[in-house]
C-alpha cells in the first residue's frame, strides 16, 4: 500500500491485512505503534485490531508513564537547564501515578486510546503498565509487582507464558519491550538499580530496586533475530514486523548472554 492510500481505505482493509501477515484470531497480540503521517484516527486502528483478534482475542499495549519520575530519560529532559531551586519545584509539583486516570503519552496515540478505552484493563506498576481489552486482559495483567518493571513478576512474563505475537507498527526493534524480560533471562543476570516515582499524592516517593534496563541495543538485538522468526510487511509508508514473542524473548536472552 502506497502513501496515496486514502485513511479511510487503509482502515477498511486493515483487519484483512493483519490476517494475511499472519496475527492469529483468538490470541493475544502486544502492539507497539506509530500512527504519525497515516492520517488515522487511533480509535480506527484499535477498531481495526480488536476485529483482526475477533472475540476472543486481547489486545496488550505498554501504557508506560516516565513522567512521574526523577530517575527517568524524561524527567532529565524536562528538566535539563533548570536550576536547583527549579528542579525541586518541577519535582514537588509532579503527579502521582492513579491506576485509572494516569494518561501515557511517551507511548502514543494508539496506546492512549487503549488505555482509555472503556472497559480497558491496567496493570498497577507505577512506571511500566500494561493496558488490554479483550477476556484475557485481566488475568494477563494481574499481579505486576510494583517492585518488577518487566520482569518474571510482570505482565511480561505472562504474556510470554500465553504464547502473544508482537506487532511493531511502523516502529522499530528500539521500541521492542520483550526484550526487556530478555535482560531478566540473562546469564549472568544484569546489575540493578533504584528507581523512584510518585504515587497517590503529590511528594510522595516510592523508592525501589530493580534490573538496571537498557534498550540502547534493541535495534541491533533485532536485526540479529533469524529472519525465519519475523514477518515483514509494509504499511501507510512503513516497515511492519509481526513475531512470536516467545521465539524473540529466547534468541535475545541468548544473544544478551553472549555480550552483554
Known sequence: MGDATRPQDLAARFPDDLAEWGVRRGGVLMVHSSLSGTGLSPFAVRDALLSA?????TLVVPAFTPENSDTSREYQAFTEGMTEREKAEFRAGMLPFEKDATP???????????RSTPGAVRSAH???????????????????DPRCHLGERSPMATLYAADAQILLLRVGFEVCTAFHLAEYRTSPPPPTRTYRCVL????????YEDLALFDGDFG???AQLPRELLRVRE????????????????TAARLMSGYR
Open 104 to 114: 501515557c503519552p511517551a507511548m502514543g496515540a494508539l496506546a492512549e486510546c487503549v
Open 53 to 57: 483478534l475477533g472475540p476472543d482475542g
Open 200 to 207: 497517590e499524592e503529590k511528594g510522595n516517593w516510592f523508592a
Open 126 to 144: 507505577p512506571q511500566t503498565s500494561f493496558a488490554a481489552l479483550g477476556p484475557r486482559a485481566a488475568e494477563l495483567l494481574a499481579g505486576h
Open 220 to 222: 541491533e538485538i533485532g
Open 235 to 250: 504499511w501507510a509508508g512503513k516497515p511492519v514486523l509481526l513475531l512470536g514473542m516467545r521465539a524473540a524473548v529466547d
